[in-house]
């Protein structure tokens, strides 16, 4: 035995004690974190190689296709990656099913090649996992979890897919919740461009009083005629001074809101609509001579958190109360 086949022996010694120590980790999980189980498997596929070793079978000097080929530059070309025993390692990128790479242009590739775990260090922490039909999930800086985009100019969500899948369509997310052998699917709708957000509660507060000088525009408000009025502050019921600002943040897109008539000089009827409205559809409440009577509701606000009241074509006139108690973000 001359001593390049002693060195060969060797180098196949150090893998399998790496192997051996790797399987010895996950069967004691106290022994090591989840990092240093990977860190144990990196060194056996490392040692490997060295060893000219393709786990367990023959050197790879013998003919042997090697399975993990390991890349220092790391370049789309060239990823380090775990490819398909039967293809052997090439430079050619399109061969693994296991790709960590520096190289962002990589990405590019994931819809041509047979990759099923990709990772890239330029762009951010990245975690890519796809199939070939392309489902699956991207996780990457700086979006946390992007889910596959269907996005297209149809009207309506596709009919296929399987209870308990999400999809992004058109900028909605949607939900499975039924399907009959992935056709015949139903989505619902959990948020989107036009979905009003999340409801945020708050302690009620006082957002207008018309019978308060303390706000710009003031008095009741006459038959045909409108106000706009800001929902943004609270301001103190007594004297109509902002108490806390921007209690409804910048962004929300609706308020639920307690509108009060009172001092009412006739018959007639409020509608509150967005700030940016020119004109009312439905009356928010109606009210009659020397009546103070008040309805709650909910209403899209404009983009700079205003709701405009109309008083109607009716006689009378009135002041009124805006109450919020809560906003959609």
């Known amino acids: 035995m001359d001593i390049d086949e002693i060195n060969r022996l ?88 296991f790709h960590l790479t520096s190289d962002s242009t990589k990405s590019g590739n994931l819809n041509t090649v047979a990759s099923m775990l990709s990772v890239y260090s330029d762009i951010g922490p990245g975690l890519v996992v796809q199939s070939t039909s392309n489902a699956g999930a991207k996780l990457d800086a700086p979006v946390p979890l992007k889910l596959l985009d269907t996005s297209n100019n149809s009207a309506t969500i596709p009919t296929s897919g399987y209870k308990g899948q999400f999809r992004v369509y058109s900028g909605n997310l949607y939900f499975c919740v039924a399907d009959t052998n992935g056709n015949n699917a139903t989505w619902r709708r959990i948020t989107g461009p036009a979905a009003a957000g999340a409801f945020v509660a708050v302690a009620p507060f006082r957002a207008y009083d018309s019978r308060k000088t303390a706000y710009s525009s003031n008095g009741a408000l006459a038959r045909n005629s409108s106000r706009t009025i800001s929902v943004a502050d609270a301001h103190d019921s007594n004297t109509g001074a902002v108490s806390t600002a921007n209690v409804v943040p910048a962004g929300a897109t609706a308020v639920a809101y307690n509108i009060t008539a009172t001092g009412c000089t006739g018959t007639n009827f409020f509608a509150v609509e967005p700030g940016d409205s020119t004109t009312y559809s439905a009356s928010a409440v109606n009210f009659g001579q020397g009546q103070n009577i008040a309805n709650a509701s909910v209403c899209k606000l404009d983009n700079s958190r205003q709701l405009k009241i109309f008083c109607g074509d009716d006689a009378g006139s009135a002041d009124f109360i805006i109450d919020i108690v809560g906003y959609y973000l």
């Open 10 to 97: 060797q180098a196949q010694i150090d893998a399998l004690q790496a192997q051996v120590e790797s399987m010895r980790a996950e069967a004691e999980p106290e022994r090591a974190s989840r990092r240093g189980m990977l860190k144990l498997a990196a060194g056996a596929a490392a040692g490997a190689v060295a060893g000219g070793l393709a786990f367990g079978a023959n050197p790879a000097s013998a003919g042997v296709t090697v399975p993990v080929g390991l890349s220092v530059s790391n370049t789309a070309s060239a990823p380090t990656r775990i490819i398909r025993p039967s293809a052997g390692y090439s430079a050619t990128g399109s061969l693994g099913l």
